[in-house]
């Protein structure tokens, strides 16, 4: 398996940064880490090698970007005004950087995440789609209150799902590009997983109400919000996804 290391300078933040690619043909994928991760806690979580098959038969290649959790969502003590506008450095550092860096031609991404990542790839899903063809969101939490409290200013309700989804005007353009696109969520029903399970279900009824064809996927009360249920779940949809015709 091609791997390669990228460390470059972003106009964005201002700072360095790192992310990693996997394979080197295929439908790209681009994955954002868990709460407070690093590009490279999807190879060492065993999530990587959970996908090995489709990458080693090319058929997709992995693009793994680094988080600012620390200084924006995780950080309910700091400035939430500064918290989001950083998380918005950080969001065209990913847009308007990481992806012309590796996008090929005109080509569309599958976007995926688990826990926080979850949230990420929704988010530059819903705001993005003519950048992703395909969401595979696992365990993701998709409104932003739960991190800003009372807090809210445009910044953050640009960037909390299910409150500009459900505030979308009907005639808006992207309802319609929604629509031909493939959006699955999945959460478990196990342990750590109860706010996890709230969300997506709010996030299932807006959709639903919305006319947006989509798959909220519920899994048992034996999955668990950890590694090894994500392992299961994203080579479960990754296979799905790319033997659709």
């Not at 043909?25 to 999530?47: A, C, H, I, K, T």
């Not at 807006?206 to 299961?232: E, F, I, R, T």
Request: proline residues 4%.
């Amino acid at each position: 398996m091609n791997t390669n290391y990228i460390k470059h300078y972003s106009q964005s933040l201002g700072r360095d940064m790192e992310y990693k690619t996997y394979g080197d043909s295929g439908r790209p994928v681009l994955v954002f880490p868990s709460q407070n991760g690093r590009f490279f806690d999807y190879e060492n979580m065993g999530m990587v090698h959970a996908v090995a098959q489709f990458i080693e038969q090319g058929r997709i290649r992995l693009i793994c970007v680094d988080s600012i959790d620390g200084e924006t969502w995780s950080d309910t003590n700091g400035n939430p005004r500064w918290r989001i506008e950083q998380h918005e450095r950080w969001y065209h550092y990913v847009i308007d950087e990481v992806i012309p860096e590796v996008r090929r031609g005109d080509e569309t991404f599958i976007v995926t995440g688990c826990s926080m990542g979850g949230f990420h790839s929704g988010n530059f899903f819903f705001r993005r789609p003519d950048l992703f063809d395909t969401l595979i969101a696992l365990s993701g939490l998709y409104h932003a209150s739960y991190f800003f409290g009372d807090y809210s200013d445009e910044l953050v309700y640009g960037n909390s799902p299910i409150d500009y989804l459900t505030w979308m005007p009907s005639d808006h353009y992207y309802w319609n590009i929604y629509r031909q696109r493939r959006i699955i969520c999945c959460v478990g029903q196990g342990s750590w997983e109860d706010e996890l399970l709230e969300s997506t279900r709010r996030l299932d009824t807006v959709l639903a109400q919305k006319g947006v064809p989509h798959w909220c996927d519920y899994w048992g009360y034996d999955s668990a919000h950890d590694w090894p249920w994500w392992q299961k779940q994203i080579w479960y949809f990754l296979d799905i996804v790319l033997n659709e015709k």
